[in-house]
Nanobody, 119 residues
Framework: QVQLVESGGGLVQPGGSLRLSCAAS????????MRWYRQAPGQERELVAA????????NHADPVKGRFTISRDNAKNMVHLQMNSLKPEDTAVYYC????????????WGQGTQVTVSS
């Protein structure tokens, strides 16, 4: 059974940091591109960051570039999103996903974790 379980969300003040984690099981994690998406209330889901199967290639969306960093640990079947200098506009539900290719649609999704940036 495939599972993607996110953790690490919460309430943080503007300028603060959070580290999201996603634990994967039930598929060959090291062969999948992993991505983080987010969805704010009333808005469409958007791609935040992606990392290739081996971890050698990453991509971060312009709104988070320089503040967020995606990483993965294939030995532990984990993917992380380090979020620094958080802004209120980063408030959203963050989702972990797995895709067989860099340009393919996700095959699997997690249930999401809420991130709220507010003073």
């Amino acid at each position: 059974q495939v599972q993607l379980v996110e953790s690490g969300g919460g309430l943080v003040q503007p300028g603060g940091s959070l580290r999201l984690s996603c634990a994967a099981s039930g598929f060959t994690f090291s062969t999948y591109t992993m991505r983080w998406y987010r969805q704010a209330p009333g808005q469409e889901r958007e791609l935040v960051a992606a990392i290739s199967s081996g971890g050698g290639t990453t991509n971060h969306a312009d709104p988070v570039k320089g503040r967020f960093t995606i990483s993965r640990d294939n030995a532990k079947n984990m993917v992380h999103l380090q979020m620094n200098s958080l802004k209120p506009e980063d408030t959203a539900v963050y989702y972990c996903s797995a895709a067989t290719g860099w340009d393919t649609l996700p095959d699997y999704w997690g249930q999401g974790t809420q991130v709220t940036v507010s003073s």
